[in-house]
């Protein structure tokens, strides 16, 4: 059994001759809102929940979800009540340069916002002789004890470490701001930090409707022109930490619930898959078919993959629509809609 590999694109690359008939558009299978509903993690979880990273799933509250919708770099604290400002950096020898923590990096972010805010405020209102005195005190911060009582408990159980997303999107555009680099939370805060950071993020709660080709459900929560913005429920993922390796993570694209395409994740070449190309696919092949074929509720989809080290076992990470929106990494998009007319898998 083969699969349509990148290097097969010369096959699709044909030359365009003067007098030959014009391209077909390529038409991509229409992305409703049920099927992008299909690929959210809690959606499809509980199928696959065997083959894939310990997961818990939290319902957000609203105040949160609008918390999360708020400017600035603001995360909630135990107190409740100020801007979490109360480290004292001259009596602590050990907060040098080197080994600056996320949470000092937070507090450094919402000090010079917090003062923003107030520079703000006050030139607005300097020449408002009515102004409540009380406006001038300090911002409150948010605070959700439940749900951070609720991570808390999740980080433990999970071995004290995790990595969040949401319902669709995790917040890897915003790994700079960690010390470590990566999605690795210990606790509620380092959480906030990256939800708060990330554009991925806004996107989910924003945006993530907007190519649906079909009307908004009924009672979904839509704006004036009908286009549904957010989940109904947006939904806090979170999942053991793994360190996984780059050069084993893998996308598969399913197209009529036939496999067309495997590509690594990691765009970086990886001179040591040459020589387990041929095993690491036999081994996507069967998985798909013993494990995914007919199990996911559409026919069109990406998934993605994980290989441990030792070639031994495959964790399923995700499902993502077969939609432009979704990165075809090592293809392009013209080459798996081609692929699928030319290149069917052997039964």
Partial sequence: MSVYLPEDSQAVDQPVHEHSEPQEPLVFPPLTHQRLENCALASWYPAFRSLTIKTKVIPLPEDFVSYLHADGVFVPGQSGVTLALDSDSDSDSDNDEAHISDMDRLKTLQEETYRQRHADSSDDSSDNEDQDPQEDEETPLPYFPELETEIEQTIEEFGGEVFPKLNWSSPR??????????????????????????????????????????????????????????????????????????????????????????????????????????ELEQKIVDFYNDRIRGKFPDNDYTFDVYITRNRERIYLIDFNPFAQKTDALLFDWAELLLAEKRMPLPM
């Fill in 173 to 278: 555009d915003a790994s700079w701001i960690a010390t470590t680099n990566t999605l690795k939370c210990h606790n509620p805060a380092d959480i906030f930090l990256l939800l708060k950071s990330s554009d991925f993020i806004a996107h989910d709660l924003s945006h993530a409707y907007e190519d649906c080709s079909d009307a908004a459900p009924e009672g979904s929560p839509a704006d004036e022109t009908g286009v549904q913005k957010r989940p109904k429920t947006v939904q806090l993922i979170l999942r053991k930490w793994f360190d996984l390796a780059p050069s084993m993570e893998f996308r598969c694209f399913v197209r009529d619930n036939e496999l067309i395409g495997i590509s690594q994740r990691d765009m970086t070449y990886y001179d040591f898959l040459n020589g387990v190309k041929d």
